[in-house]
C-alpha cells in the first residue's frame, strides 16, 4: 500500500482508469456527468418519455397532477427526484444503504443536485436537512444515507447542511411492505425538531434516499413546518411511477 | 440489529497462574474459567473495537495462547509488564496509550450457564460458515431459532471454548496499513467515518458487495468437517443420464481416482468447449458422498450455477442439492451438495472436501483475488479442488509443466466431431463499420452463408457495447438489401450485460425466434444451441479478444450432434497473436483428440479438409 503523496505522485504519472461512477464499468465516462453512456441513456428515458407530478415528482404519463396529488396536497411545495426506483438508481442505493458503499453518494449526490437546480428554486432553499435515522438503526448501519447523499448535494448547490435538527424518535419498523396508510400511522409522532431556532422562518430542502408514498417526506415536513420553517421543498434520489410503463 | 461491540484485553488470575483474553462482558469468561481456578479478572485496556482489541490481544498471547503462571505476590508485576507489552504493540497500530488501564472487574459469574445451553445449537448453526453478527442473526431468523439471549454472549461462550474462530473484520498490519479478512485484500480498505463506533473507521472497498467488513466488526467462523469422518461410509451412485464418450469415460475414471487415493490434492480438467466436464464429474462426487464429504461445485457465473444444478439434482435425487446466488432463496439452506458462484463461497469456512471449480478462467474469477482465496478458505483440512476449464491460463499450465499440477485432458467433443477451427478473415475496411458507416463485403458475405446458405442462426460477437449497439442497427438495415430477400422484422437483437431484457432475448434466440444475435463478451460461455455459426468482429482488439476469450467464443459453435461442423471466423485488420494462438491451441486439441482415437472416423475427412483450407 503506497502513502498518501507517493499515491497521488502515482496517479499524475500513470492517471487511474476512469470508469463510469455510478455502475463502475470501464466505458467512458461522458464529460459533464461522469456517467457511462448506458446509465446516462437510462436515467434520461424517463425524462424523455414521461412527466413529473409538478408537486410529488412521481412519474406519470401526462402533464400537470398525479391523481394522488390532486386528491390531496402533500404539506411541502414541491419534490425533486433523479428517476424512478428502478434500474442504475434502484442498484446504487441498494449498494449505499445496504452494502455500505459511501462512495455510492457521490454521484447520486450529484444527479441530485442537477435535478434540483433545474427543478426548485435554489434562491428559496436557506438549509438542507437530511430524513434522519433512530439512533438504534444508525449504530446498526454505521451512517444515515441521507446524510451522506445532503453532504454531497450541499457540496453542490452552496447551502448548508443542517444536522441534528430534525430527530427521529421512535425506532419503526421497516416500511418496505407496508401500505401507505399503515405508512402513516407507523410515522405518526416519529420525528421532532430539535432546535426550533435553526429553522424558523427558513426555506428548508429535505433531503432522503426514496419517495415511496410520500409518508415520510409528509411526516418530516408537517413537523418542521410546525417548528416554524417557511417553506419545505423535497428531494428524492429516486421516485415512484404512478401508472403502468406500458401505457 | 446492533452496533459495534467492545471488547476489553483481560489477565484473568487463579492463585499462582494466568491467562490473557479479551471479552465484552467479563462475567462471562470469569463463569467459563472458575472451573479451572480463574476467579477474578483485571481489565488492561478500555473497550476497544474488535480491530484494535484482537491484535492487542494477540500480541500478548503469543504461542502458549496467553497462559502462564507467576509467584505469590507478584501478581501487580505480572500485569504492569503485560501493560508495557501492549503499549509496545499499540505503538505499533496507532492506539493512544491513554486506552491502557488496570481495573478489576466486577463479576457476577453465574450467568453463563443458561447461555452455554444454546452454544451447541449455534455451533450446528455457523458450521463450515464464517459470518458476520448481522448475517448469524438473519441466519438464526431464517432457521426460526429464537435464542433468548444474546447472540454475542453465545458466540463469544463458543470462542472462549475454542470451537468458533472470531477474528477481526479488518485487521491492521502496522501504521495505516490494513488488511480484510474476509476478502483478504489490503489494497482496498479504506477510513470511513462510522456512526456505530462513533470515530473514524475502516472499511475494505473490495468486497462491498457482499455488505460492508468494519474495523468495528468481527467475523465468526466454525470449521465444517469435524464429525463427519465418524460417519459410517455409504454407496453413493450418480444416476448417468447419458452415456459418457471414451473421452470423457477416461477423464471420469481419473476424477474418482483421484478422489480416493489420499496424496493429490488438485487435479486440472482441460476439456475441449462443450465436452461435458460436467458429467465428468458425477462419479468423484458420488465417491465424496459416498465418505460422507460435502461438495462444493463453484461457477463464476450465476446463469451457469442455475443450469448446473438442474443437472447435479437430475444425477443425485436422493442427495440434497443448494443453489447459491446472489437473488438465491436458499442462502442458509444446508445440504451436502453446494452448488454456488464463486462469490457466495466467500461465506463458507474449511466445509468441503471436494472442491469442483468450473471455468476457473472465466471473469470475475480470474482477476479477483478474493474469489479465489475464498475458494481455498471454503475447502476443508485435507479437502481436494478440480479445475475445470477450456482455457487454463499460463499460471495453471506452467504448474503443470513443472508437474505440480496433475491435468486430465477431454480433447473431444462427446459427439465425436472436431471442434471448428476459426477462420481468420482479415478485412481492411472493419473501422468503417465501427463507426457505424459500411459494413465489408467479406462480413456480408459471412451473414449471407450462414442465413441463407447454412439455414443457421449467428453469433456476432463485437468489443464494447457502443460498438454492439451500431452494429445492430447496420446489419439490420444490410438485412433489406440485396443479396439478402429483403427480411423484415426483427431479425437482429442486441444484448450486453446491463440489457433489462437479458434473459428474454437470449431465451427466444434459443427458440430460434430470430436469426442473429450481436453481443459483447457476456455469451462467450454456458449458450448452447442447435445451429449456429460464430463471427467474432474486430478480433484483433486482443485486450478484450485475447486467446481464451476467442476459443470460448468459438466453442459456441458446432455444440450439437445435428450441427456438428458449425463455422467460426476471427474478422479482424490485422491478425494479432491471440488470433493466432486461439487457432493453433483449438487445432492442437483436435489433433491430440484423432491421435487419442476420440474422433468419428469422418472426422479424419474434416480435418484434412480444414487443413488443405
Keep these: 500500500m503506497l502513502g498518501g503523496w507517493l499515491r497521488e505522485l502515482s496517479e499524475l504519472v500513470l492517471p487511474a482508469v476512469t470508469s463510469c461512477q455510478l455502475c463502475g464499468s470501464r466505458r467512458r465516462p461522458g464529460k459533464n456527468s461522469g456517467l457511462c453512456c448506458i446509465c446516462q441513456k437510462e436515467i434520461d428515458y424517463w425524462d424523455e418519455n414521461y412527466f413529473q407530478c409538478n408537486k410529488c415528482g412521481r412519474y406519470i404519463p401526462t402533464q400537470g397532477l398525479c391523481v394522488k396529488c390532486s386528491e390531496e396536497e402533500p404539506p411541502f411545495l414541491k419534490a425533486a427526484a433523479v428517476g424512478p426506483y428502478r434500474g442504475v438508481l434502484k442498484e446504487g442505493i441498494y449498494s449505499l444503504k445496504f452494502r455500505g458503499d459511501r462512495n455510492a453518494a457521490k454521484p447520486l449526490g450529484r444527479l441530485l443536485a442537477l435535478k434540483i437546480r433545474s427543478r426548485l428554486k435554489t434562491d428559496d432553499i436557506d438549509i438542507i436537512i437530511p430524513v434522519p435515522l433512530h439512533g438504534n438503526k444508525l449504530q446498526a448501519r454505521g451512517f444515515n444515507q441521507a446524510e451522506l447523499l445532503a453532504r454531497e448535494v450541499a457540496r453542490e448547490i452552496r447551502k448548508p447542511v443542517a444536522h441534528n435538527v430534525l430527530l427521529k424518535k421512535i425506532d419503526t419498523p421497516a416500511q418496505t411492505h407496508l401500505s401507505q396508510r399503515e405508512r402513516e400511522e407507523n410515522l405518526r409522532q416519529a420525528f421532532f425538531v430539535n432546535t426550533v431556532d435553526r429553522v424558523k422562518g427558513k426555506g428548508v430542502l429535505l433531503l432522503d434516499d426514496i419517495f415511496t408514498t410520500g409518508s415520510t417526506a409528509s411526516e418530516c415536513t408537517r413537523e418542521l413546518l410546525e417548528a416554524g420553517a417557511e417553506k419545505v421543498y423535497v428531494a428524492t434520489v429516486a421516485t415512484g411511477i404512478h401508472f403502468s410503463p406500458t401505457e | 440489529m446492533t452496533g459495534c461491540l467492545k471488547y476489553s484485553v483481560y489477565i484473568a488470575a487463579g492463585s499462582s497462574h494466568y491467562r490473557a483474553g479479551y471479552t465484552h462482558d467479563p462475567s462471562l469468561d470469569v463463569g467459563f474459567f472458575s472451573s479451572q481456578g480463574y476467579k477474578d479478572i483485571y481489565l488492561l485496556t478500555c473497550p476497544l473495537v474488535p480491530g484494535q482489541a484482537i491484535p492487542l490481544y494477540e500480541s500478548i498471547s503469543g504461542e502458549g495462547g496467553g497462559k502462564g503462571t507467576f509467584a505469590a505476590g507478584t501478581l ?497 485488420s490485422r491478425y494479432t497473436s491471440e488470433m493466432k494462438r486461439a487457432r493453433d491451441i483449438i487445432k492442437k486439441m483436435n489433433r491430440q483428440a484423432f491421435e487419442m482415437g476420440f474422433l468419428r472416423p469422418e472426422a479424419e475427412f474434416i480435418l484434412e479438409r480444414r487443413g488443405r483450407c
Design chain 2, 76 to 572: 501487580d508485576q505480572l500485569l504492569e509488564g503485560k501493560i508495557r507489552e501492549l503499549k509496545g504493540a499499540a505503538r505499533k497500530f496507532k492506539i493512544p496509550a491513554e486506552v491502557f488501564q488496570i481495573k478489576k472487574a466486577a463479576v457476577d459469574s453465574n450467568g453463563h450457564r443458561r447461555i452455554f445451553e444454546y452454544a451447541p445449537v449455534m455451533e450446528e448453526v455457523l458450521r463450515g460458515r464464517i459470518l458476520f453478527l448481522t448475517e448469524i442473526e438473519r441466519l438464526l431468523y431464517f432457521k426460526k431459532l429464537r435464542l433468548g439471549v444474546e447472540t454475542e454472549d453465545v458466540l463469544h461462550l463458543l470462542c472462549l471454548d475454542n470451537k468458533c474462530v472470531r477474528l477481526p473484520a479488518i485487521r491492521p498490519l502496522g501504521r495505516n496499513r490494513f488488511i480484510c479478512s474476509r476478502c483478504g485484500q489490503s489494497d482496498g480498505v479504506v477510513p470511513v467515518a462510522c456512526a456505530s463506533c462513533g470515530g473514524t473507521c475502516y472499511h475494505c472497498e473490495n468486497c462491498l458487495s457482499m455488505g460492508e467488513s468494519r474495523f468495528c466488526q468481527s467475523l465468526y467462523a466454525v470449521p465444517g468437517q469435524w464429525d463427519r469422518s465418524r460417519l459410517p461410509v455409504r454407496q453413493v451412485e450418480p444416476k448417468m443420464l447419458v452415456s459418457l464418450s471414451p473421452a470423457q469415460e477416461n477423464a471420469s475414471r481419473a476424477l474418482r481416482q483421484f478422489v480416493l487415493q489420499p496424496e493429490q490434492r488438485e487435479k486440472l480438467v482441460w476439456a475441449a468447449c462443450g465436452a461435458g466436464k460436467t458429467e465428468v464429474t458425477f462419479r468423484a462426487i458420488a465417491e465424496a458422498l459416498s465418505r460422507r464429504q460435502k461438495v462444493l461445485f463453484a461457477i463464476p457465473r450465476k446463469d451457469a450455477v442455475e443450469e448446473i444444478v438442474v443437472r447435479i439434482r437430475r444425477a443425485f435425487p436422493r442427495i440434497s442439492v443448494v443453489c447459491l446466488h446472489g437473488t438465491s432463496r436458499e442462502r442458509f439452506s444446508e445440504a451436502e451438495v453446494v452448488v454456488s458462484t464463486t462469490h457466495q463461497v466467500m461465506r463458507f469456512y474449511s466445509s468441503f472436501g471436494l472442491v469442483i471449480l468450473d471455468e476457473i478462467d472465466a471473469y470475475p474469477y480470474n482477476t479477483s483475488p478474493m474469489l479465489q482465496a475464498g475458494i481455498m478458505r471454503a475447502r476443508a483440512r485435507g479437502g481436494k479442488i478440480i479445475y475445470m476449464t477450456a482455457t487454463p491460463s499460463e499460471e495453471l499450465l506452467k504448474r503443470h509443466k513443472k508437474g505440480e499440477l496433475d491435468c486430465v485432458w477431454i480433447p473431444a467433443r462427446y459427439h465425436g466431431y472436431p471442434v471448428p477451427e476459426p477462420e481468420l478473415v482479415i478485412e481492411k475496411r472493419l473501422p468503417l463499420m465501427e463507426a457505424g458507416d459500411k459494413i465489408p463485403e467479406s462480413v456480408i458475405n459471412i451473414i449471407h452463408e450462414t442465413l441463407e446458405g447454412d439455414l443457421a442462426q449467428l453469433f456476432i460477437f463485437v468489443p464494447t457495447v457502443e460498438t454492439g449497439f451500431r452494429i445492430a442497427r447496420l446489419v439490420e438495415k444490410v438485412l433489406k438489401l440485396p443479396p439478402f430477400n429483403n427480411f423484415e422484422g426483427g431479425w437482429v437483437q442486441f444484448c450486453h450485460s446491463r440489457d433489462g431484457n437479458r434473459e428474454e432475448k437470449l431465451a427466444a434466440f434459443r427458440k430460434g425466434s430470430y436469426p442473429i444475435l450481436v453481443t459483447t463478451t457476456i455469451c462467450e460461455r454456458g449458450l448452447t444451441l442447435p445451429r449456429v455459426n460464430v463471427l467474432v468482429l474486430f478480433a484483433d482488439r486482443n485486450k478484450i479478444f485475447d486467446s481464451s476469450a476467442l476459443i470460448q467464443m468459438a466453442g459456441r459453435s458446432g455444440r450439437s450432434r445435428d450441427y456438428p461442423t458449425g463455422k467460426v471466423w476471427f474478422a479482424g
